[in-house]
Protein backbone atom coordinates (compact mmCIF):
# COMPACT_ATOMS: atom_id res chain seq x y z
CA UNK A 1 0.00 0.00 0.00
CA UNK A 2 1.69 3.53 -0.95
CA UNK A 3 1.86 6.27 1.38
CA UNK A 4 -1.45 7.93 -0.06
CA UNK A 5 -3.60 4.70 0.31
CA UNK A 6 -2.41 4.30 3.29
CA UNK A 7 -2.97 7.60 4.65
CA UNK A 8 -6.82 7.24 2.78
CA UNK A 9 -6.87 3.88 4.92
CA UNK A 10 -6.10 5.60 7.70
CA UNK A 11 -8.88 8.33 8.10
CA UNK A 12 -11.45 5.72 6.83
CA UNK A 13 -10.83 3.64 9.20
CA UNK A 14 -11.69 6.54 11.46
CA UNK A 15 -15.09 7.69 10.34
CA UNK A 16 -15.91 4.19 9.91
CA UNK A 17 -15.06 3.87 13.14
CA UNK A 18 -17.47 6.99 13.88
CA UNK A 19 -20.49 5.03 13.18
CA UNK A 20 -19.81 2.01 15.67
CA UNK A 21 -21.17 1.96 19.21
CA UNK A 22 -18.56 0.37 20.74
CA UNK A 23 -15.23 3.04 19.05
CA UNK A 24 -15.89 6.14 21.86
CA UNK A 25 -13.76 8.38 22.66
CA UNK A 26 -10.81 5.55 22.78
CA UNK A 27 -9.78 6.24 18.84
CA UNK A 28 -11.17 9.86 18.48
CA UNK A 29 -9.14 12.82 17.28
CA UNK A 30 -8.52 15.68 18.91
CA UNK A 31 -12.13 16.54 19.58
CA UNK A 32 -13.00 20.22 17.48
CA UNK A 33 -15.79 19.09 16.40
CA UNK A 34 -18.28 20.76 19.08
CA UNK A 35 -16.10 23.75 20.17
CA UNK A 36 -17.43 26.43 20.96
CA UNK A 37 -14.73 29.07 19.60
CA UNK A 38 -15.04 27.07 16.58
CA UNK A 39 -18.51 27.06 16.05
CA UNK A 40 -18.54 31.19 16.75
CA UNK A 41 -15.73 31.65 13.91
CA UNK A 42 -17.77 29.82 11.04
CA UNK A 43 -20.97 31.41 12.37
CA UNK A 44 -18.76 34.96 11.66
CA UNK A 45 -17.46 33.65 8.49
CA UNK A 46 -20.79 32.51 7.23
CA UNK A 47 -22.36 35.86 8.01
CA UNK A 48 -19.54 38.26 6.88
CA UNK A 49 -19.16 36.46 3.53
CA UNK A 50 -22.85 35.18 2.12
CA UNK A 51 -22.06 32.54 -0.73
CA UNK A 52 -23.74 31.21 -3.38
CA UNK A 53 -21.77 27.90 -3.57
CA UNK A 54 -19.73 26.73 -0.59
CA UNK A 55 -17.00 23.76 -0.64
CA UNK A 56 -16.08 22.59 1.97
CA UNK A 57 -12.79 20.71 1.17
CA UNK A 58 -11.55 17.73 3.67
CA UNK A 59 -15.31 18.31 4.99
CA UNK A 60 -15.20 15.11 7.84
CA UNK A 61 -18.78 14.97 9.31
CA UNK A 62 -19.62 18.20 7.67
CA UNK A 63 -19.03 20.03 11.06
CA UNK A 64 -18.42 23.38 9.06
CA UNK A 65 -21.28 23.38 7.11
CA UNK A 66 -23.54 22.95 9.81
CA UNK A 67 -22.78 26.91 10.55
CA UNK A 68 -24.04 27.90 7.23
CA UNK A 69 -27.31 30.36 8.08
CA UNK A 70 -27.86 31.53 4.99
CA UNK A 71 -31.07 30.72 3.44
CA UNK A 72 -29.89 32.10 0.09
CA UNK A 73 -26.88 29.80 -0.19
CA UNK A 74 -27.89 27.83 -3.03
CA UNK A 75 -24.88 24.68 -3.15
CA UNK A 76 -23.31 22.98 0.00
CA UNK A 77 -20.57 20.77 -1.34
CA UNK A 78 -18.25 18.54 0.89
CA UNK A 79 -14.96 16.72 -0.57
CA UNK A 80 -13.77 14.18 1.55
CA UNK A 81 -11.06 11.07 0.36
CA UNK A 82 -13.23 9.04 2.68
CA UNK A 83 -17.06 7.89 1.87
CA UNK A 84 -17.59 7.07 5.97
CA UNK A 85 -16.70 10.53 6.38
CA UNK A 86 -19.33 11.60 3.35
CA UNK A 87 -22.18 9.45 4.49
CA UNK A 88 -21.52 11.42 8.19
CA UNK A 89 -21.91 14.77 6.82
CA UNK A 90 -24.48 14.34 4.36
CA UNK A 91 -26.41 13.11 7.21
CA UNK A 92 -25.82 15.80 9.22
CA UNK A 93 -26.08 18.75 6.90
CA UNK A 94 -29.52 19.18 5.32
CA UNK A 95 -29.05 19.68 1.50
CA UNK A 96 -25.72 18.97 1.60
CA UNK A 97 -23.81 17.37 -1.53
CA UNK A 98 -21.45 15.06 -0.90
CA UNK A 99 -18.44 14.43 -3.04
CA UNK A 100 -15.61 11.17 -2.29
CA UNK A 101 -12.44 12.75 -3.88
CA UNK A 102 -8.79 14.21 -2.88
CA UNK A 103 -8.76 17.64 -2.59
CA UNK A 104 -6.06 18.03 -5.03
CA UNK A 105 -8.61 16.80 -7.49
CA UNK A 106 -12.32 18.04 -7.10
CA UNK A 107 -14.49 17.00 -9.81
CA UNK A 108 -16.49 20.53 -9.98
CA UNK A 109 -15.81 22.99 -12.58
CA UNK A 110 -13.37 25.86 -12.58
CA UNK A 111 -14.57 29.18 -11.71
CA UNK A 112 -17.15 27.51 -9.82
CA UNK A 113 -17.55 28.51 -5.57
CA UNK A 114 -18.00 31.46 -4.10
CA UNK A 115 -16.52 30.52 -0.98
CA UNK A 116 -13.73 27.74 -0.58
CA UNK A 117 -13.76 26.24 3.73
CA UNK A 118 -11.30 23.66 5.12
CA UNK A 119 -11.54 23.18 9.11
CA UNK A 120 -7.82 20.93 10.05
CA UNK A 121 -8.29 19.31 6.06
CA UNK A 122 -6.70 20.48 2.97
CA UNK A 123 -3.23 21.13 4.62
CA UNK A 124 -3.46 17.34 4.81
CA UNK A 125 -3.69 17.43 0.33
CA UNK A 126 -0.41 19.33 0.47
CA UNK A 127 0.68 21.64 -1.41
CA UNK A 128 -0.93 21.01 -5.06
CA UNK A 129 -4.17 21.70 -2.86
CA UNK A 130 -3.40 25.89 -2.99
CA UNK A 131 -3.41 25.71 -7.10
CA UNK A 132 -6.60 23.42 -6.77
CA UNK A 133 -8.22 26.08 -4.36
CA UNK A 134 -7.52 29.01 -7.17
CA UNK A 135 -9.00 26.98 -9.81
CA UNK A 136 -12.32 26.35 -8.26
CA UNK A 137 -12.46 30.03 -6.88
CA UNK A 138 -14.62 32.54 -8.63
CA UNK A 139 -12.93 35.64 -9.55
CA UNK A 140 -12.88 37.70 -6.05
CA UNK A 141 -14.04 34.62 -4.22
CA UNK A 142 -12.63 33.80 -0.95
CA UNK A 143 -10.64 30.65 0.90
CA UNK A 144 -10.87 30.67 4.24
CA UNK A 145 -9.47 27.84 6.86
CA UNK A 146 -8.63 26.95 10.14
CA UNK A 147 -5.44 24.86 9.51
CA UNK A 148 -2.45 23.13 11.58
CA UNK A 149 0.29 24.84 12.73
CA UNK A 150 4.29 23.79 13.96
CA UNK A 151 4.61 23.26 17.15
CA UNK A 152 0.91 24.44 18.00
CA UNK A 153 -1.13 23.02 21.20
CA UNK A 154 -3.00 20.65 18.67
CA UNK A 155 0.71 19.66 17.42
CA UNK A 156 2.34 18.99 20.49
CA UNK A 157 -0.52 16.34 21.82
CA UNK A 158 -0.51 14.65 18.41
CA UNK A 159 3.61 14.47 19.13
CA UNK A 160 2.64 13.03 22.73
CA UNK A 161 -0.03 10.42 21.42
CA UNK A 162 2.84 8.78 18.69
CA UNK A 163 5.04 8.53 21.55
CA UNK A 164 2.46 6.37 23.10
CA UNK A 165 1.74 4.54 20.02
CA UNK A 166 5.26 3.83 18.88
CA UNK A 167 5.83 2.11 22.78
CA UNK A 168 3.10 0.30 22.45
CA UNK A 169 4.23 -1.15 18.92
CA UNK A 170 7.41 -1.70 20.17
CA UNK A 171 6.20 -3.54 23.23
CA UNK A 172 4.71 -6.22 21.16
CA UNK A 173 2.04 -6.80 23.48
CA UNK A 174 -0.53 -7.92 20.53
CA UNK A 175 1.69 -10.31 19.54
CA UNK A 176 2.71 -11.64 23.02
CA UNK A 177 -0.58 -12.31 24.11
CA UNK A 178 -1.77 -14.02 21.44
CA UNK A 179 1.04 -16.73 21.59
CA UNK A 180 0.67 -16.67 24.82
CA UNK A 181 -3.18 -17.43 25.26
CA UNK A 182 -3.40 -19.63 22.23
CA UNK A 183 -0.95 -21.72 24.12
CA UNK A 184 -2.26 -21.65 27.28
CA UNK A 185 -5.73 -22.20 26.14
CA UNK A 186 -4.53 -25.37 24.34
CA UNK A 187 -2.93 -26.90 27.39
CA UNK A 188 -5.70 -26.08 29.35
CA UNK A 189 -8.19 -27.82 26.70
CA UNK A 190 -6.05 -30.84 26.58
CA UNK A 191 -5.07 -30.06 22.85
CA UNK A 192 -1.33 -29.33 23.59
CA UNK A 193 1.47 -31.57 24.87
CA UNK A 194 3.21 -29.05 26.38
CA UNK A 195 3.17 -29.32 30.67
CA UNK A 196 2.64 -26.11 32.62
CA UNK A 197 6.31 -25.13 33.26
CA UNK A 198 6.95 -25.28 29.10
CA UNK A 199 4.17 -21.98 29.20
CA UNK A 200 6.54 -19.96 31.90
CA UNK A 201 8.49 -18.59 29.08
CA UNK A 202 5.63 -17.50 27.63
CA UNK A 203 4.03 -15.77 30.21
CA UNK A 204 7.20 -14.37 31.52
CA UNK A 205 7.76 -12.48 28.04
CA UNK A 206 4.45 -11.52 27.89
CA UNK A 207 4.77 -9.94 31.43
CA UNK A 208 7.10 -7.40 29.62
CA UNK A 209 4.98 -6.11 27.41
CA UNK A 210 1.77 -6.18 29.67
CA UNK A 211 4.52 -3.73 32.07
CA UNK A 212 4.78 -1.22 29.45
CA UNK A 213 1.27 -0.90 28.50
CA UNK A 214 0.17 -0.64 32.55
CA UNK A 215 3.13 2.17 32.36
CA UNK A 216 1.52 4.08 29.71
CA UNK A 217 -2.45 3.40 30.57
CA UNK A 218 -2.15 6.16 33.33
CA UNK A 219 -1.87 9.05 30.44
CA UNK A 220 -3.27 6.70 27.56
CA UNK A 221 -6.68 5.80 26.97
CA UNK A 222 -5.57 3.38 24.01
CA UNK A 223 -2.85 1.55 26.29
CA UNK A 224 -5.73 1.14 28.74
CA UNK A 225 -8.63 0.00 26.32
CA UNK A 226 -5.69 -2.44 25.39
CA UNK A 227 -4.74 -3.81 28.60
CA UNK A 228 -8.44 -4.00 30.00
CA UNK A 229 -9.82 -5.43 26.97
CA UNK A 230 -7.02 -8.55 26.87
CA UNK A 231 -7.65 -8.74 30.81
CA UNK A 232 -11.48 -9.32 30.37
CA UNK A 233 -10.61 -11.79 27.37
CA UNK A 234 -8.28 -13.52 29.17
CA UNK A 235 -10.28 -13.73 32.35
CA UNK A 236 -13.13 -15.47 30.38
CA UNK A 237 -11.31 -17.20 27.88
CA UNK A 238 -13.78 -20.50 29.30
CA UNK A 239 -16.24 -18.85 27.34
CA UNK A 240 -14.60 -18.58 24.10
CA UNK A 241 -13.20 -19.59 21.24
CA UNK A 242 -9.53 -18.97 20.65
CA UNK A 243 -10.04 -17.11 16.86
CA UNK A 244 -12.83 -14.91 18.82
CA UNK A 245 -10.06 -13.62 21.07
CA UNK A 246 -7.29 -13.31 18.21
CA UNK A 247 -9.74 -11.56 16.03
CA UNK A 248 -10.42 -8.66 18.82
CA UNK A 249 -6.47 -8.60 19.21
CA UNK A 250 -5.52 -8.65 15.24
CA UNK A 251 -8.50 -5.80 14.92
CA UNK A 252 -6.88 -3.53 17.85
CA UNK A 253 -3.75 -4.03 16.03
CA UNK A 254 -5.05 -2.62 13.36
CA UNK A 255 -6.89 -0.17 15.15
CA UNK A 256 -3.15 1.07 16.89
CA UNK A 257 -1.86 0.91 13.44
CA UNK A 258 -4.12 3.33 12.02
CA UNK A 259 -4.20 5.66 14.78
CA UNK A 260 -0.75 6.00 14.49
CA UNK A 261 -1.20 6.95 10.90
CA UNK A 262 -3.47 9.66 11.72
CA UNK A 263 -1.51 10.98 14.14
CA UNK A 264 1.75 11.01 11.88
CA UNK A 265 -0.32 12.98 9.04
CA UNK A 266 -1.55 15.30 11.56
CA UNK A 267 2.21 16.26 12.60
CA UNK A 268 3.69 16.05 8.85
CA UNK A 269 0.81 18.56 7.69
CA UNK A 270 1.14 21.03 10.52
CA UNK A 271 2.29 24.86 8.90
CA UNK A 272 4.84 26.66 9.55
CA UNK A 273 4.42 30.64 8.60
CA UNK A 274 6.20 30.39 6.00
CA UNK A 275 4.32 27.60 4.19
CA UNK A 276 1.44 29.06 4.92
CA UNK A 277 1.99 32.17 3.12
CA UNK A 278 2.84 30.19 0.18
CA UNK A 279 0.12 28.40 -0.05
CA UNK A 280 -2.19 31.71 0.73
CA UNK A 281 -0.24 33.66 -2.00
CA UNK A 282 -0.87 30.54 -4.81
CA UNK A 283 -4.22 31.76 -4.45
CA UNK A 284 -4.47 34.94 -4.52
CA UNK A 285 -2.37 38.21 -4.06
CA UNK A 286 -0.06 39.70 -0.84
CA UNK A 287 -2.72 42.49 -0.04
CA UNK A 288 -5.42 39.66 -0.62
CA UNK A 289 -4.30 37.19 2.27
CA UNK A 290 -4.03 37.22 6.23
CA UNK A 291 -3.03 34.94 8.49
CA UNK A 292 -3.45 34.76 12.03
CA UNK A 293 -3.54 32.20 14.98
CA UNK A 294 -6.55 30.57 15.99
CA UNK A 295 -7.24 30.03 19.75
CA UNK A 296 -9.53 27.80 20.93
CA UNK A 297 -10.10 27.75 24.76
CA UNK A 298 -7.39 29.96 24.83
CA UNK A 299 -4.13 27.47 23.19
CA UNK A 300 -3.12 28.12 19.93
CA UNK A 301 -4.09 25.27 18.11
CA UNK A 302 -3.79 26.24 14.42
CA UNK A 303 -3.77 29.38 12.03
CA UNK A 304 -6.44 30.97 10.40
CA UNK A 305 -5.93 31.20 6.43
CA UNK A 306 -7.90 33.88 3.97
CA UNK A 307 -7.24 34.70 0.90
CA UNK A 308 -9.15 36.18 -2.02
CA UNK A 309 -8.51 35.01 -5.63
CA UNK A 310 -8.02 38.03 -7.56
CA UNK A 311 -9.44 38.83 -11.49
CA UNK A 312 -8.65 36.20 -13.92
Not at 81 to 106: F, K, M, P, W, Y
Not at 248 to 267: H, K, N, P, T
Request: glycine fraction near 8%; hydrophobic fraction near 40%; include cysteine.
Amino acid sequence: MDSIEQKNHDWSNYWNGRTASETGEVFGLIEVETNDDLASFWRSVFEDYPANKVIDLACGAGSVLQHVGDPNTKELIGVDISQAAIDIAVANVSGLRGIVASATNVPLASQSADLVVSQFGFEYAGKDCASEIARLLKPGGMFIAVAHMKNSAIEQECKSRLAGLVKIEDSKFVERAKVMIAQIIAFERGQSNQSREDLTPLIDDFSEAQTTLVSLAETNRIATHLYTGTKQLFERRSSYEYKDIEGWLDGMQLEVSAYRGRMESMINAALTESEALELLNTIGVDEDCHMAPFKMDSDIVGWILKAKRGAV
